[in-house]
C-alpha cells in the first residue's frame, strides 16, 4: 500500500512538477521545525506578571529541551510546562501542532521550580509578616522574588503544606507570589508535562538576559 501510494505521488509528480516541489519544500520545513523544537530549543513569549521581576509581560524567551534527555530539573529552574488541570489536545492534529508551535490551544505556563521529589515542603508567614518557603524544615533562599511580603494568604483548599512532593513531581511557584496561579493551587507538576527550561531573555533588546 505504502509503495502504491509512493508511485501514486511520483506521477503526480511528473504532472506538476512546481506542485511537487512546494509540497516537499513544505513538509521538510515542518519536519525541521518539529526536530528543532522537540529536540533542540523554541520560543516562548511571556504573557503575564507572575514571573516579576525575573521575567515581565512582553518578554521572549529562548527555551531549551535538550538537558532534560540527560538531566532532572533542578531547584531554581525555570520551566515551561502543562500544567496538570489543562486537559491537552492528543489527536494528531493536536500534537502536530505542540510540535509545530502552529494554531497550538494547548495552554502552556511558566514557573521556577521551587520543590524536588523527595522534598518536605511548607509555606508560612512568619511573625514579621513575610511569607516564606521551608524546604526540609529549613527556610529557602530566595533573591528572585518580587517580594516576600507579598503573596497570597493560604487557605485551607490550597497546597501550603506541609508536604512531601511525590517522585517524579515538582512543586512550582511564580516569582509574582502575590499574583502566580501555580502549585499552591493545583498541586504538582508531573515530569512528562515538562515542555523545557527558559535560559535566554533575547527580546525586547533592552532586557537581553541568561536565566541560568
Not at 526536530?35 to 507572575?50: A, H, T, V
Not at 521572549?60 to 496538570?84: H, Q
Request: proline share 7%; glycine share 8%; hydrophobic share 40%.
Amino acid at each position: 500500500m505504502f509503495k502504491q501510494i509512493i508511485d501514486g505521488y511520483n506521477k503526480f509528480g511528473e504532472k506538476h512538477p512546481n506542485i511537487k516541489e512546494w509540497t516537499e519544500t513544505f513538509i521538510f520545513v515542518i519536519v525541521m521545525v518539529i526536530i528543532i523544537r522537540y529536540f533542540i530549543c523554541e520560543i516562548r513569549w511571556i504573557p503575564s506578571g507572575s514571573m516579576k521581576p525575573t521575567l515581565i509581560e512582553g518578554d521572549r524567551i529562548v527555551v531549551e529541551r535538550v538537558t532534560r534527555f540527560y538531566k532532572k530539573p533542578a531547584r531554581g529552574d525555570i520551566l515551561v510546562f502543562y500544567p496538570p488541570f489543562v486537559k491537552l489536545n492528543n489527536t494528531i492534529w493536536g500534537i502536530l501542532a505542540r510540535r509545530t508551535g502552529i494554531f497550538c490551544s494547548d495552554v502552556a505556563f511558566i514557573k521556577r521550580v521551587v520543590g524536588l521529589p523527595g522534598d518536605k515542603i511548607e509555606i508560612k508567614k512568619n511573625p514579621d509578616d513575610r511569607y516564606v518557603v521551608l524546604i526540609n524544615d529549613k527556610p529557602l533562599k530566595e533573591t528572585y522574588i518580587l517580594s516576600d511580603f507579598d503573596s497570597i494568604p493560604c487557605s485551607k483548599t490550597m497546597y501550603c503544606g506541609p508536604m512531601k512532593v511525590p517522585a517524579g513531581k515538582y512543586f512550582m511557584m511564580g516569582d509574582n507570589r502575590g499574583n502566580s496561579e501555580d502549585s499552591r493551587f493545583w498541586g504538582f507538576l508531573p515530569e512528562e508535562r515538562i515542555v523545557g527550561r527558559a535560559i535566554f531573555v533575547f527580546w525586547p533588546p533592552t532586557r537581553i538576559k541568561e536565566l541560568f
